[in-house]
């Protein structure tokens, strides 16, 4: 196991202001009404500044509209008639703009102009706006509630009861804090603001900041007013409309956590709060920064694309990256929710220090490569080769790891000296895999090494054995070490005790054996399932069909027996269907070791009944953790027709969630029997899934990368380049498909490379 180093860096850009004819009207961009639109850059103009939103927003869950009034404080920095900013999909009733006495600057109804294709609108004074003094541009606006997961949209679930509940949630990052409310939706205009929310008795709302107070305003309506926010930018702004319950806990420092479920699932939230609260003084501790808000929320919605969002004060997930049901989810589902905690908890702390920078070298950008700038990156450091000079002195034992934190290049023709005591048999750089980088060593140091591990991998922490798997595998990939090598490096594996190392392993061969096996290369594929099945053997028939042990204990139970059930291994098969069949006769009310669960579903999905059976289980399950485990095991059938049935329900989207589609295209993918299939259908419903899922989201991303990087040949890598050339003007700015499409080229390079060399060293070994 290895840690990924990921620096989140968001780029914030000054840009150009137009010259001093930049506020008079550009004849080539119309506004819908057919008048010229003032402004011809997609980015707004920088001589405009909002300083303070006063927002007054009121979703109404019956209608499934919302309408609202926004009071904007501006700053104006040239003399200027016009005012541009954001809205999309808003219709915008009433516009005033107000001097610092909040009086009216003219009598006149002020035209409000829109230009869809940049998702603006733009407001003419009468009277000019001087530089230096300020203003308020006061709007009145509506709209539905919008059917995706950005902006502000409605989201559903299901009591036991099987009654249909209705909420009302946002998404802004990046672009659509603009489908909420006219606003100047860039992350350089930051600004505090001040919110009200209208809402009926038996719902609550939440906001970035705590509740300053409850107004009663008749018609049995409730105005919720909130305290002024820290200075932000748009896409931070949150509210949500819901009739969720909580649980909340305090800090050391004073902060109230709070987690949101829907009532049903209120007992899942326990962890999550002990997980955040945990996490929250531990960042505060490390980084020696206070959070800056009085309250966190973290809440769970139902129909939501992401795995969660950061908005500061009320960071919102996916049910699956909050929820956690001890009796349903598995070591590997509460790590999950614990690393995603911690990511947005981390954002939490430390936005108070960051600098915000949103930074696009073509100012002329589209929305969908907007979205890619949010993207998280991580960064590969480098590797630190064998070509370093080593000598020896007197100190040092015969054997030694060099501590290294961090690599500084250096000109090759002068490589940096490390001094020993005396000759030592190996060195091992990098120890504990302190740095973020890869070590390459020469031919006789991976010997040495390889020697070591075959002897006495002990004398090696299980830190250093997973980080030389790791190493070995990822040269091996870069073209830099040979396959047979890396692959002699882990020989020593049957020995192995600690969990680490084998799940590094395993895994690195588990990849390689999905590789293969879509492409149909039988004499590998056997050879290989053969051989994981003889090495490993031992490890296998140890694992305890339980939830017994450690974390590290738990994770490799879950990967070996899937694993091995998923190789046909008999005693795996033969256990599996045996719980599967009591869960079945229990109808479905004995808990299954939750470790292993899937595993049991996937042997029981592959005859008729059990898929049927795990469908119907499907639908009525409260639990979106279980769900995902049933809808993985429907997706690994071996009989296309019933892959077919899935995709198709996932469009539906009514037994399948909408925002699960894109998890469960991939699921497909992912099978050997539904790669093609999920191409296929990819393919064909291409204009109905953009339609679901906006150009450059998480679901388009997930969509692409997960069914393009399944392939390997320079055929299937033609047919994807030709697909995506026949539609380039829809997706000619989203670099995911770079991205995936480099895959392929890697997935291509990594078999003319190595299938050879495989085949070779399995031969050898299995004879």
């Known amino acids: 196991m290895h840690l990924l180093l990921v620096i989140l860096f968001f780029l914030e850009a000054q840009f150009c202001v137009q010259t001093s004819d930049s506020n008079s009207p550009a004849g080539d961009n119309l506004a819908t009404n057919g008048l010229p639109f003032p402004w011809s850059k997609v980015r707004l103009p920088n001589y405009i500044v909002p300083v303070h939103y006063h927002l007054l927003i009121h979703p109404n869950l019956t209608t499934l509209r919302f309408n609202g009034s926004v009071k904007i404080e501006i700053d104006v920095k040239n003399n200027t008639n016009w005012l541009v900013l954001h809205s999309k999909n808003l219709k915008i009733f009433t516009a005033t703009v107000l001097d610092e006495h909040e009086a009216h600057l003219s009598d006149k109804v002020l035209s409000v102009l829109e230009y869809p294709s940049h998702e603006q609108i733009a407001i003419f004074s009468p009277k000019i706006l001087t530089s230096g003094e300020k203003y308020f541009l006061y709007l009145e606006f509506g709209a539905p509630l919008s059917d995706g997961f950005y902006g502000f949209y409605k989201s559903t679930y299901k009591t036991k009861a099987g009654e249909t509940r209705v909420l009302a949630s946002t998404h802004f990052e990046p672009t659509s804090a603009r489908m909420a409310l006219p606003c100047f939706d860039e992350p350089i205009f930051k600004a505090n603001y001040t919110v009200r929310i209208r809402r009926g008795l038996s719902h609550i709302a939440l906001s970035n900041m705590p509740l300053e107070q409850t107004v009663e305003i008749g018609n049995g309506l409730f105005e919720d007013q909130f305290e002024v926010s820290v200075k932000m930018s748009s896409y931070l702004l949150a509210f949500i409309v819901c009739d969720f319950r909580s649980v909340s806990g305090m800090t050391a420092t004073g902060i109230n956590i709070s987690i949101y479920a829907v009532p049903e699932k209120w007992h899942q939230t326990h ?22 808000l009085p309250k966190l929320d973290l809440i769970a919605i139902p129909d939501f694309q992401s795995g969660a969002m950061e908005n500061w004060g009320l960071t919102t997930y996916m049910e699956t990256s909050l929820l956690y049901d001890p009796d349903i989810s598995s070591a590997s589902d509460k790590l999950w929710v614990t690393m995603v905690i911690g990511h947005e908890l981390a954002h939490q702390v430390l936005y108070i220090k960051h600098i915000l920078i949103f930074q696009s070298v073509n100012l002329v950008v589209a929305e969908a490569t907007i979205q890619i700038f949010f993207i998280k990156i991580s960064f590969f450091l480098g590797i630190l080769t064998g070509t370093r000079r080593l000598t020896t002195s007197p100190s040092l034992p015969n054997t030694c790891t060099v501590h290294t934190f961090y690599c500084t290049y250096t000109n090759l023709s002068n490589p940096d000296v490390l001094t020993l005591d005396e000759e030592v048999d190996w060195v091992k750089l990098n120890s504990d895999m302190n740095g973020y980088y890869i070590v390459h060593y020469d031919e006789e140091g991976w010997n040495a090494l390889t020697e070591l591990l075959s002897a006495n991998h002990t004398a090696l922490s299980f830190k250093d054995r997973a980080s030389l798997i790791h190493n070995a595998f990822q040269l091996v990939t870069a073209g830099r070490l040979s396959l047979n090598r890396a692959l002699d490096l882990i020989g020593y594996l049957n020995s192995e005790t600690h969990n680490v190392p084998l799940l590094q392993g395993l895994g690195y061969l588990q990849s390689f054996y999905k590789l293969i096996d879509k492409r149909n290369i039988t004499d590998v594929t056997h050879n290989l399932k053969t051989y994981i099945l003889q090495y490993f053997r031992d490890v296998i028939d140890k694992q305890s069909w339980s939830d017994d042990g450690m974390v590290s204990d738990r994770r490799l139970r879950e990967e070996v027996l899937s694993l091995a059930c998923d190789f046909d291994y008999p005693p795996c098969l033969e256990k599996a269907k045996q719980l599967y069949n009591s869960w079945v006769e229990s109808s479905g009310t004995i808990s299954l070791p939750t470790d292993v669960s899937e595993t049991v579903y996937m042997v029981g999905a592959q005859d008729d009944s059990g898929w049927a059976y795990l469908l119907e289980k499907y639908g009525v399950s409260m639990c979106e953790t279980e769900k995902s485990k049933f809808l993985s095991a429907l997706a690994s059938s071996k009989d296309s027709e019933k892959l077919s049935r899935l995709l198709q329900l996932g469009m539906d989207g009514t037994l399948i969630k909408p925002q699960n589609l894109p998890s469960l295209i991939y699921m497909v ?25 906006p150009l450059g989201s998480f679901g388009i991303r997930n969509i692409i990368v997960g069914t393009v990087t399944q392939f390997s040949s320079t055929e299937e890598l033609r047919e994807v380049e030709d697909f995506f050339k026949s539609i380039t003007e829809q997706v000619s700015q989203l670099r995911v498909i770079q991205v995936a499409t480099e895959n392929v080229e890697k997935n291509i390079m990594w078999l003319s490379r190595n299938l050879e060399t495989m085949r070779t060293w399995l031969q050898q070994r299995l004879n």
């Open 669 to 693: 993918a992912r099978n050997p029997v539904g790669h093609f299939l999920a191409w296929d259908f990819v393919k064909k419903h291409w204009n109905e899934l953009v339609e679901k899922f």
């Open 271 to 292: 962890y999550a709060l002990e997980a955040a609260l945990r996490l929250m003084e531990f960042y505060e501790q490390y980084f020696n920064i206070l959070y800056p």
